[in-house]
């Protein structure tokens, strides 16, 4: 998607650690315009499939997941990182790393709302070694529903998740993919 990234190369800042940024548009301040943009190409990208929830963990994913699922007009489902009094304890468990945040979260979502004979596509705002999405789709398989794919914002294509997924036979579709960054020379996308 050209427009975003045009948008990542005039709003995002490449920091130490293969970071990228995109706080004005997407993880802190949301662009609501933009990201119904974002979110008509995703519904547009997997138009040729029948979708009854989006599945995206917390935090950033879940305001482009709500995008989408406006669209679809389905509901989202939010993985949770920590067991909180208002979720019962009858829920599908995995472990994830959080490459941001360089820490392990076992994710969890109530049996209530992932179940066998769903249709779900998962939604989330970066995709870099793939562990959260690694971690999405056993809660998905776990639960007995069908997966039919990944949207992603962002993809770091230099990182091997999306290559490994896709070679899982995992449907990922990026609406950008990062081929390199430095905060030197900025963002290659590939072509």
């Given at each position: 998607m050209v427009e975003l990234e045009n948008k990542i190369r005039a709003e995002g800042k490449v920091l130490p650690g293969n970071i990228l940024k995109v706080s004005s548009f997407l993880n802190h301040q949301i662009d609501v315009a933009f990201l119904?943009?974002?979110?008509?190409?995703?519904v547009r990208l997997f138009s040729d499939c029948k979708i009854n929830k989006?599945?995206?963990?917390?935090?950033?994913?879940?305001?482009i997941a709500c995008a989408v699922a406006r669209i679809l007009k389905v509901p989202v489902v939010f993985c949770k990182k920590t067991l909180s009094t208002n979720v019962n304890e009858d829920v599908f468990s995995t472990p994830?790393?959080?490459f941001t945040h360089g820490k392990d979260y076992n994710v969890i979502v109530s049996k209530d709302f992932v179940k066998k004979g769903d249709s779900i596509l998962i939604v989330d705002d970066f995709l870099a070694n793939g562990c959260a999405l690694h971690g999405l789709a056993n809660l998905v398989r776990e639960a007995g529903a069908?997966?039919?794919?990944?949207?992603?914002?962002?993809?770091?294509?230099?990182?091997?998740?999306?290559?490994k997924l896709r070679e899982s036979g995992m449907r990922v579709e990026s609406l950008a993919i990062i081929e390199s960054m430095s905060a030197e020379n900025g963002v290659t996308f590939k072509k």
């Open positions: 119904d943009k974002m979110a008509a190409e995703f989006v599945l995206t963990i917390e935090s950033s994913g879940i305001s994830i790393h959080s069908d997966l039919v794919g990944a949207g992603i914002c962002i993809e770091k294509g230099f990182q091997e998740g999306g290559k």
